[in-house]
Nanobody, 122 residues
């Protein structure tokens, strides 16, 4: 089992920035950030693999969001810049024991945090 705890969510005006953090109870090969807005399905935002640190991003956040990880401290971060109103959602951290290319598919992840709310006002 891997416990995940997100932090860093909040309310911000459009164009602003937030940094989300996820603390894991132990190492996981693959980590990702997902989000779910009211009435919408959960979608992958960013993912990072452990080996070479390769990353993948949803098209909607490319150039604005950046994922990084601190393997020594079992943490993963999501830097969110140029936030827009449609970024408003609950953001979840996820972990998978499987190595390989980073994936934005929710079904590839076994463990999930409780989520943190991000609200962007226009």
């Amino acid at each position: 089992q891997v416990q995940l705890v997100e932090s860093g969510g909040g309310s911000v005006q459009a164009g602003g920035s937030l940094r989300l953090s996820c603390a894991a109870s132990r190492y996981s090969a693959s980590m990702g950030w997902f989000r779910q807005a009211p009435g919408k399905e959960r979608e992958g935002v960013a993912a990072i693999s452990a080996g070479d640190g390769s990353t993948d991003y949803a098209d909607s956040v490319k150039g604005r969001f950046s994922i990084s990880r601190d393997n020594a401290n079992y943490r993963v971060y999501l830097q969110m810049n140029s936030l827009r109103a449609d970024d408003t959602a609950i953001y979840y951290c996820a972990a998978s024991p499987f190595s390989g290319a980073p994936s934005l598919a929710p079904w590839r992840y076994n463990y999930w945090g409780q989520g943190t709310q991000v609200t962007v006002s226009s």
